[in-house]
Every structure is written in C-alpha cells, then in structure tokens.
Nanobody, 117 residues
C-alpha cells in the first residue's frame, strides 16, 4: 500500500485546514486509515483513525475539533481540522494498517501544518 498525503499549510489560530491521503496498490476495504503528527522536538503521536465504515477514534486533544472521513471507492481519507491551535503545529502523516493488525505498517510522506498565534 502506497500513501500520498496532500494539503496542509499555514493558518491562523482558530482557523480550519484539511489534509488528504490517497492510497494505492494493494488496497481493499479491510484496512484502517489514520493520521499521526510530529511536532518539533517531540515524538510522533496518534491523532485519529477510521475503520472501514464510519467508526472513528480520536486523541483527546483533538476531539470535537478534528473530523476524519474516508471514501472507500476512491481509497482516500481526509482530515478536517477546525478551531486549530498553535499546539496543533506539526508534520502530519497518514498511515494505514490492516484491520486485524494493531501496528501501522504503511506510511505516507508528511505534510506540514503550521498554526500561527
């Protein structure tokens, strides 16, 4: 599975931004798509993931502000980020794992999201 992330950029605090991820290669409906982020000087952290249907899970700090969605027909996943805060500044990575595998195996290149105060 190859993942290609797009979107990101610079936005002021309180603003919105979206990032997208396109999957190709060995794809099917039986994989989970997720987003991780890595802020400067910090370890990469889980942001959210969406299963094959609409079941989605979020890290506590982004609940109510971020929304992940997916289009299984197009093998894409999107992350809508609202009410952005400076602490959301990070490189965002899309990732994928098989439904029965807890570890994310496939990673896209990162895309930078910068939130100015």
């Amino acid at each position: 599975v190859q993942l290609q992330a797009s979107g990101g950029g610079l936005v002021q605090a309180g603003g919105s931004l979206s990032v997208s991820c396109a999957a190709s290669g060995r794809t099917s409906d039986n994989y989970v798509m997720g987003w991780f982020r890595q802020a400067p000087g910090k370890e990469r952290e889980f942001v959210c993931e969406i299963w094959t249907g609409t079941n989605a899970y979020y890290e506590d700090s982004v609940k109510g502000r971020f929304t992940i969605s997916r289009d299984n027909a197009k093998n894409t996943a999107s992350l809508q980020m609202d009410s952005l805060k400076p602490e959301d500044t990070a490189v965002y990575y899309c990732a994928a794992r098989w439904l029965k595998t807890p570890k994310y195996e496939y990673w896209g290149q990162g895309t930078l999201v910068t939130v100015s105060s």
